[in-house]
């Protein structure tokens, strides 16, 4: 079994730590409610060394991962629950302050714990009604959050014991500044694209700076999800050459170089081969020839999708877009 190195993150226990990978659970299907992760994949997972499993109320994969950590604990996989990390996030129809706690008490239901280590805000925007992530969502239905109110409901979230940190995801850097401006809980971490295709250097130095960590979302690009995924990284000719001539995989390459940024990384397989691959990054490195290689690759960031409506066709997701490194 692998063995993740580990970074500190700041949480109402002072510094605490959190692995470095985390196998992500969204898939288009368990989003369209057609098909969930199932827990025994989540246990092969533990098997060949993930502990940290990053989840959503949208990925609608919290009940499993829930399953997985309890079924863990049965069996002596794991002798207790501070031995696995569990990030879930607050979704677009709770973003209001009176929502904030009661969306995660239901995510703490559907997960089986008392507590989770990370609670993010999933996007800086509001959706009206319960279930907008299931179709088209009209524009009238999207609004933008009142940030500050939202960031108390979080806040309240930690104090109540129910998350040991929280943070937000596809913040830009100015909404980060708001947050930071008013926050009595700053956030611990951002969760955001990044992957050698689109590589955020100006927005990673930016969370340096404040003490705020990285996690890096499709690193790989999601590639083979039809919403939000792309190509690009397994594609890439300058990726491609470097992971034949050190005998790795394109996804290995990448991974490597999201470590070697000192971020956290969420990555998705439910393939064991490519799981154990995936952790198979940490005893060799890239050489400054090859990350000069990597950092001369031209960026393009990908286009999300919420319900019908894209960063390039909505005024409020266009704006998160236009901020975003």
Known sequence: MATIPETMIRSSEGRRPVPVIAMGTATVSSIMGTEIVTPSTLIEAMKVGYRH?????VYQTEKPVGEAVAEALRSGLIKSRSEVFI?????CNSADRHLVVPALKKSLRN???EYVDLYLIHWPLKLKGDDQHKGPVPNECISAIDIKAVWE???ECQNLGLTKSIGVSNFSTKKIEQVLSFAKIPPAVIQIEMNPIWQQKRFTDFCKANDILVTA????????NTIWGHNRVMECDVLQDIAKSKGKTVAQISLRWLYEQGVIIAVKSFSKERMK?????FDWSLTEEELN???RIPQRRNVYLIGSMTTEHNDILAEIDAELD
């Open 53 to 57: 499993f990053d989840t959503a109320a």
């Open 153 to 155: 409901g979080m806040e």
């Open 293 to 295: 290689k990597i950092d």
């Open 277 to 281: 691959q995936n952790l198979d990054i």
């Open 87 to 91: 990030t879930t996030k607050l979704w």
């Open 111 to 113: 997960l089986g714990l």
């Open 217 to 224: 979302y499709s690193p790989l690009g999601a590639t083979g």
